[in-house]
Antibody, heavy 119, light 112 residues
Framework: EVQLVQSGAKVKKPGESLKISCQEFDDTFTNHWIAWVRQMPGKGLEWMGSIFPGDSEVRYSPSFQGQAIISVDRSLRTAYLQWSSLRASDTAVYYC????????????WGQGTLVTVSS | QSELTQPPSVSGAPGQRVTISCTGSSSNIGAGYRVHWYQQLPGTAPKLLIYDDTNRPSGVPDRFSGSKSGTSASLAITGLQAEDEADYYCQSYDTGLSGSGVFGTGTKVTVL
């Protein structure tokens, strides 16, 4: 099974910026999608958006358009999720997950990154 | 906001059968998009349980099965075991969300 390794937990203050990562250890990094999923404390899973590393196409869920930016560095086999100005409501665990084609299931998941935003 | 609705909780005694519904609409399940199911044990990342409506990945016990009809899908767990106590989510895609992926509201399964 493909391994996705995410960056460690972060504690930030409101208004600060942040970039978290998801590194894939597989030669097929550019041939499938990487999705980002949010899980707020005690809540369900929410699809934020997905990126195709092959051409950097990003598709955002309308609810998350403009809230955070998804990007990729093909040379590092790493996908990123970043915020320019965090809010307390961004406190959540963020998962990356891989899907081969656009409508395919999320077969491999990262371990999750806890982001805490608090003054 | 989720476009797929699940019951908040279901429960059953060991050995019993429980089912979890996932109700969508004509823009997601009813549009022909496949449904996938995930199991999330406490404090862990979700794990793919059922894909493409009815298929089990290698290693998933055959106690888990999926079905789909019209604008709804279901996950059944037969021979319920203590280790099945977890949160379960359905997932599909939605034309009304620019084709984005969408998760169900989630169901907590409790083994009595």
């Amino acid at each position: 099974e493909v391994q996705l390794v995410q960056s460690g937990a972060k504690v930030k203050k409101p208004g600060e910026s942040l970039k978290i990562s998801c590194q894939e250890f597989d030669d097929t990094f550019t041939n499938h999608w990487i999705a980002w999923v949010r899980q707020m404390p005690g809540k369900g899973l929410e699809w934020m958006g997905s990126i195709f590393p092959g051409d950097s196409e990003v598709r955002y869920s309308p609810s998350f358009q403009g809230q955070a930016i998804i990007s990729v560095d093909r040379s590092l086999r790493t996908a990123y999720l970043q915020w320019s100005s965090l809010r307390a409501s961004d406190t959540a665990v963020y998962y990356c997950a891989r899907h081969i084609a656009w409508k395919d299931p999320l077969k491999s998941w990262g371990q999750g990154t806890l982001v805490t935003v608090s003054s | 906001q989720s476009e797929l609705t699940q019951p908040p909780s279901v429960s059953g005694a060991p050995g019993q059968r429980v089912t979890i519904s996932c109700t969508g609409s004509s823009s997601n399940i009813g549009a022909g998009y496949r449904v996938h199911w995930y199991q999330q044990l406490p404090g862990t990342a979700p794990k793919l349980l059922i894909y493409d409506d009815t298929n089990r990945p290698s290693g998933v016990p055959d106690r888990f099965s999926g079905s789909k009809s019209g604008t709804s899908a279901s996950l059944a767990i037969t021979g319920l075991q203590a280790e099945d106590e977890a949160d379960y989510y359905c997932q599909s895609y939605d034309t009304g969300l620019s084709g984005s992926g969408v998760f169900g509201t989630g169901t907590k399964v409790t083994v009595l």
